[in-house]
């Protein structure tokens, strides 16, 4: 199935191109606007970008070839690799939208939040049905997001961070209280309490300890198969690839804002060989660790 790339995004729906995106790749991006004009169904494909779109009017939602009805507003949270799309029914359509990318996160939203919401976790329903004070409050959000966006404020993206957190925390509330009194609750707790503690790296002389699935199972004393199951059963992901995912996002932290050299980012993610964490690197991020590096800073 077609994966659609911002660029493609930008010239389906006849929209400028963003700048950082003509040449460059890997490159932080965010982008929000007010749903004005649309065609009557969007393509049934998946992303590599993520969207978060409210809804004003009546339409149809089709994920994983699920239909969920939306009447009168709701707000969807799209999931990159969930195929999705959108059938607009009523003539009158309006509300905003905001899309962005991995590396415009950048460790902005922790681990444990990001499960807990359709945005990053595919096995939560992705529509949420929106009344007139849930409406008020995402245009709120949206419309302050987008003010700051056109604004020369130099701290602005930090800003917009804040409020993209605010937005995906709302829908997780909307979403409905989750039951954490189970024993599978309280473990995935633990995982996570555990992981939080290696993060973030703040020396060369404190590298990772625990680099694997089998290591977060001895330190919660339970059977390795045992976690994996409960994780990816709530999250829709492995502990290998929650670990994984963590470790990319701190090296990007490091490369970012940081001037350790590839060496030394490499032995304190635990990695033995710097061309270890070089081809482990470009294996998430179809991109070399300094080039990522200069980039991410020529776009900040």
Known sequence: ?????????YERTKQPMPAELVSQTNVSHFNVKQRTCLNRM??????????ICMIIGDGVHLAADKETPIEGAGIIFSNPSVPSSYHAISE??????????????????RQEIRYRSALFNPAIQAVIPLDTAGQERFRSLFSEMESLLSSTYTYRFD???SLLQMLILEGIRLQGPVVSESPNERLISRFFGLLNQQFPVDS?????????????????????NYLNNVLKKSTGKTTREIIHERIVEEAKTLLLNT?????????????EYPSHFNKYFKQNTRTTPLLFREQLRQSH
């Open 1 to 9: 199935m077609h994966t659609e790339t911002l660029q493609q995004f």
């Open 259 to 271: 001037d350790w050299d590839a060496a030394q980012i490499a032995y304190t993610l635990g990695f």
């Open 92 to 109: 009158s359509q309006t509300g905003f939208y905001c899309l962005f990318n991995d590396t415009f996160l950048l460790n902005s939203i």
């Open 159 to 161: 800003m917009i961070r």
């Open 204 to 224: 060369p002389e404190n590298p990772l300890r625990m680099l694997t699935p089998a290591a977060y199972a001895d330190q919660l004393s339970i059977h390795v």
């Open 42 to 51: 969007t393509p049934y494909n998946r992303r590599d970008y993520y969207k």
